[in-house]
């Protein structure tokens, strides 16, 4: 099982920035990918950005050109690096890890417990 957890959420004003962490741990051989979702009170849960092993990257179009998600995979540890936020950006960003068995080929995904983000003048 992959355990994550995520830091770096806060209260930020408009136009400000923050940057979220998120670590892996436990059985992190087959990891494919990683990401942030989000879920705002009254909406589904959102994709924000998502990067694989390889380095591709994946946004939701509300953030493209304002928020950066990077991998390390030697540290197993995923970014999202936020500028320009928006009131509309407030929401529980959620951490996501997802693979495949190497013996069953049966996908797995994990998430974190989530961490708040508010943006407020």
């Known amino acids: 099982q992959v355990q994550l957890v995520e830091s770096g959420g806060g209260l930020v004003q408009p136009g400000g920035s923050l940057r979220l962490s998120c670590a892996a741990s436990g059985s992190i051989f087959n990891i494919r990918a990683m990401g942030w979702y989000r879920q705002a009170p009254g909406k589904q849960r959102e994709l924000v950005a998502t990067?694989?092993?390889?380095?591709?990257?994946n946004y939701a179009d509300s953030v493209k050109g304002r928020f950066t998600i990077s991998r390390d995979n030697a540290k197993n540890t995923v970014l999202l690096q936020m500028n320009s936020l928006k009131p509309e950006d407030t929401a529980v960003y959620y951490c996501n890890a997802n693979g495949a068995s190497m013996i069953t080929g049966t996908p797995w995904s994990s998430w974190g417990q989530g961490t708040q983000v508010t943006v407020s003048s």
């Open positions: 990067i694989t092993t390889l380095g591709s990257t």
